[in-house]
């Protein structure tokens, strides 16, 4: 009998918060989606100006009745380059990557959940992981 080791590339590690502290009722607050990326990986961003190219990071938040979407999730600080295997110019991040919704809450107690999921991608070998997780704020 022998044992083997597999090895599960994690190169983005994501964290969530809120951009304030103390929210009431009626608040319009921003979900903040960090993201820290290993050496040499890039995750693309969830905006893109093409149809054949990597992943593009994307976000499904689960509507209720405690809280509602203001506008469009807004990446920070992207990085645009032509990528000669898709013969596009991408949107993507190094090292960190930032995301954040805003969102106006309805009611005290506000729940918002989700998924995303994306696509990294080392400049080393060319290696391209896709990634999904869940989200949830609770907002008392």
Sequence with gaps: MFAINAQILT????????SKEKIK???IIELIFKIKLDDTWHLYSNVQNYEVGPKKTEFEFEPNDTY????NIKAIGTKTEYDDIFEVNVNYFEKTAEFRQKVKILKSKA????TYNYQVCTTVDGKCILGDDDFEFKIN
Excluded: H
């Design 11 to 18: 190169p983005a590690k994501w964290s969530t918060s809120v």
């Design 111 to 114: 729940i918002i959940e989700g």
């Design 68 to 71: 509602k979407l203001v506008g």
């Design 25 to 27: 009722k009626g608040d």
